[in-house]
């Protein structure tokens, strides 16, 4: 065979090669800058028209929605020299976002997008609607972010499939209608920093299963009807700053392995049904700058048995409506930097030390009103003219103000109401 037809039929071979030999490779369009990935144009096209209607489209009004043409609410990064879709936001984030239909559907083009980081979703889900559980295991491999916020069409069981996601950073569920119990799935997701469940209608008790949860960050489940006793593997959370599970039916006693929360900066229990006191473990959380404790029957704890003077770095103590009963601790006028101080509705006695507490330095509010306390309020009208009606000490049948300070025309205007005068 010579030589020149040898040559042209390897260089055939290897143009067929080229063309047959990996049907896996991507079909490209778009800029001459940086391609992006046809299916992958096609699917984020499909996802978008499902949730703002049929009569978007997208490859008209965006045809190179990664790079001069981009969607408001949609990013994108390169990967093998493509562009594909990395974060995704619906519902009226941005000024010119893309309004979601009445009649939204979630189609399986959205889960095609494999390299979809975040994914959010504001007052989108305003007709009912329950989330399927399949797809989600699409997302597997890079979300980290996922968003729910504010879609009162969003009801029934939130989708177990989501305990898949394990590469989840952040999962925000605020303000929907889940309802039923939480699954515990959520416990394998072990690169969490952010749970947020708060504003739904869950039901059930909170799963006894955060012992893996080492990296959250901060904790929110307020606002449901969780009942049931607070579950001890709360304590394995070490590295918790915040925990709030206010306006919930969570009943008995507070764990002893809250203890162990070293860095927890809030806690938030208002509105439950908690009892049993709280001597034996909130002092030993050291780190606590708000603590709320408000609307629990704590069974006439007795306020002196609480070692207050080691909570430091207190600014917020709200502690009121508990049937706490006892004098107001002088360990309490040790916290140099609380701002907010509420004692009110307990049945506290005994005398009010006017004078520690106004030496406070940054106490700017202060009710102590609807107890029991005796004796006279010894405050100086500068402290009541920076409090103004942001003290209250009304409703303590024997409590009572100076007969000089209720007479002088100059000091009314700044007293307490509903404080008699002494006799």
Not at 51 to 63: E, I, T
Not at 119 to 142: D, E, R, T
Request: glycine fraction near 8%.
């Amino acid at each position: 065979m010579p030589q020149q037809t040898i040559f042209y039929s390897v260089l055939l071979l290897s143009l067929l090669f080229r063309c047959t030999g990996d049907e896996s490779l991507p079909e490209v369009t778009g800029s001459e800058e940086a391609p992006m990935d046809k299916r992958e144009r096609e699917a984020l096209y499909s996802a978008i028209q499902g949730f703002v209607g049929d009569s978007w489209n997208g490859s008209a009004l965006y045809p190179d929605p990664c790079g001069w043409t981009p969607i408001k609410g949609v990013s994108c990064d390169i990967y093998n020299d493509l562009w594909y879709v990395t974060e995704l936001s619906l519902g009226p984030v941005y000024d010119n976002s893309l309004a979601c239909s009445s009649s939204l559907q979630i189609r399986a083009e959205l889960f095609e997008l494999k390299h979809l980081r975040s994914l959010s979703f504001f007052n989108c889900f305003i007709s009912p609607m329950v989330i399927a559980k399949m797809g989600w295991i699409n997302f597997a491999s890079n979300l980290e972010s996922l968003e729910l916020r504010s879609n009162p069409g969003l009801i029934g069981k939130f989708p177990d499939t989501i305990g898949n996601l394990t590469k989840l950073k952040s999962l925000v569920v605020l303000g929907n209608r889940f309802d039923g119990e939480l699954p515990a799935s959520i416990c394998n997701l072990k690169s969490l920093k952010r749970l947020v469940f708060a504003g739904n209608s869950f039901t059930g008790m909170i799963p006894n299963c955060f012992s893996g949860l080492q990296d959250l960050l901060i904790m929110d489940l307020s606002r449901n009807s969780f009942s049931g006793t607070l579950p001890s593997s709360v304590g394995d959370l070490v590295s918790l700053l915040k925990l709030d599970l206010s306006n919930n039916l969570i009943e008995g006693k507070l764990p002893q392995e809250l203890e162990l929360l070293k860095s927890l900066t809030l806690l938030d229990l208002r509105k439950n049904r908690i009892s049993g006191g709280l001597s034996n473990n909130i002092e030993k959380i050291q780190s606590l700058t708000e603590l709320v404790l408000s609307n629990n029957p704590m069974g006439e704890e007795d306020m002196m048995e609480t070692k207050w003077e080691k909570m430091k770095n207190l600014v917020i103590l709200d502690l009121s409506k508990m049937g706490l009963r006892g004098e107001i601790p002088t360990g309490l006028t040790n916290l140099k930097s609380l701002r907010f101080l509420s004692l009110n509705n307990n049945n506290l006695t005994g005398y009010v030390p006017s004078k520690k507490l106004e030496a406070l330095p940054c106490l700017g509010a202060l009710y102590i009103d609807g107890n029991n306390l005796t004796g006279e309020l010894s405050f100086s009208i500068k402290f009541y003219e920076k409090m103004g009606r942001r003290f209250k000490a009304s409703k303590n049948p024997n409590l009572c103000q100076p007969v000089e300070m209720v007479i002088s025309e100059s000091h009314k205007r700044v007293l307490p109401l509903g404080v008699k005068p002494c006799t």
